[in-house]
């Protein structure tokens, strides 16, 4: 039968083509549209049934494609946005499929677009009638600044699939758990005067003082309470991240910044580190009210973690003869987990990701095909 869709390495190369930048900054940040199309062209072509879906307000689309009907399934989940680049870092054309000893080179060729080609190739090589149950492809928006699309998703879909993997790189490794993230600004208002009348002010730079020293009691608290043995960094960590303040040294100093993020482990969630957090400043507010501003950076991801009993990670795990383990950086799945039970395993390393020549190591093709083959014939067939 003739092959409906192009070679794995053309599909490839036609995702890392078409620029799908994420943003925070609107002048940089780019629609996904084109990128969408051309997945939805690809599954069409191997039968799937095709939903394009506008994230409400904005350029941006998930695609949810699906094959077969009935009850339950595989859903493969992937981003199709990346990180912007840095011109001067990259030694190849981030929008170019470079071969070269051994490596894929490319923005997205592990983070993650290339997932989608590694799903049509091994989809088309499977024969669909022997389908019991439907395979769903999802291709999410905005994973890269404030997951609005896997958000959007897990709110408005009905479907409910009996497991879904999400391919971001893991090496291939099973990963049922890992740390949320989420980061603050402190601004610190005092009043400015001249440095040689004290009285003149209040220097933002001493109240900071007293700031700092409560976040540090606190990123000690968190870690002599919450601890996660599975993690190698087992407990959550805080990391003070910049302080800004002050320009002229005989003037009192009105303004200080202090930026921070903190990393929770499952069990601790975003809103109990809230609370800790407020705890923590009350008495510096009570004693300067007004004069400490407290707001989130970016958007925050809660921690994940499925239990390695769950039925649906003891048959992955099964079924690929892998065992399930965890990771420090964030994922769609603590969304998704609203759909259904959530993994995640890809191919290449992400180590790679979001760094200037970006790879996928090549001795990663045939294994993750097989792994992708055999989930696909075990769960839906
Ligand atoms: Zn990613």
């Not at 923005?107 to 989608?116: E, R, S, T």
């Not at 590694?118 to 149950?133: A, G, M, Q, T």
């Not at 202090?258 to 609370?275: A, G, H, S, V």
Request: glycine content about 4%.
């Amino acid at each position: 039968m003739k092959r409906k869709i192009p070679s794995f390495i053309q599909m490839y190369e036609s995702f890392i083509k078409i620029p799908t930048i994420s943003s925070e900054k609107k002048t940089i940040d780019q629609s996904n549209k084109v990128l969408i199309d051309l997945l939805a062209n690809y599954f069409s072509e191997l039968n799937f049934l095709i939903q394009i879906i506008n994230i409400p307000n904005t350029n941006k689309f998930n695609m949810l494609s699906s094959l077969g009907i009935g009850n339950g399934g595989l859903l493969f989940s992937g981003h199709t946005d990346t990180v912007d680049f840095d011109e001067n870092a990259w030694t190849k054309d981030p929008f170019k499929l470079t071969k070269k000893d051994d490596k894929l080179y490319g923005l997205g060729v592990v983070d993650m677009k290339g997932f989608f080609a590694f799903l049509l190739d091994v989809i088309s090589s499977i024969n669909i009638k022997k389908l019991k149950k439907p395979i769903y492809i999802l291709a999410t928006a905005n994973e890269e600044t404030d997951m609005s699309g896997a958000r959007y998703f897990s709110q408005s879909t009905n479907i409910k699939p009996d497991c879904i993997i999400i391919g971001e790189p893991t090496s291939l490794k099973l990963i049922k758990a890992h740390k949320g993230h989420i980061s603050y600004k402190i601004d610190i208002i005092g009043n400015t005067g001249h440095s040689s009348n004290p009285s003149n002010g209040i220097n933002s730079i001493e109240i900071a003082y007293e700031v700092i020293k409560n976040l540090i009691d606190l990123k000690k608290y968190l870690q002599q309470n919450y601890s996660h043995q599975d993690f190698s960094i087992s407990y959550p960590t805080m990391n003070l991240g910049s302080i800004n303040g002050g320009n002229a040294i005989n003037r009192i100093c009105s303004l200080c910044s202090i930026t921070f993020e903190i990393r929770p482990i499952p069990k601790l969630n975003l809103k109990t580190l809230e609370i800790l957090l407020k705890e923590k400043l009350k008495k510096i507010n009570k004693k300067w009210p007004n004069r400490i501003f407290l707001k989130n950076l970016f958007f925050s991801v809660p921690a994940y973690e499925i239990s390695k009993k769950h039925k649906i990670v003891q048959k992955i795990e099964n079924f690929c003869k892998i065992e399930s383990t965890t990771a420090n950086y964030c994922t769609e799945a603590p969304f998704l987990n609203k759909i259904a039970p959530t993994l995640i395993l890809g191919p290449g390393s992400i180590d790679q990701a979001h760094y200037p020549d970006e790879y996928l190591h090549c001795s990663f093709i045939e294994p993750t095909k097989n792994i992708l083959k055999q989930l696909i014939i075990k769960f839906c067939c």
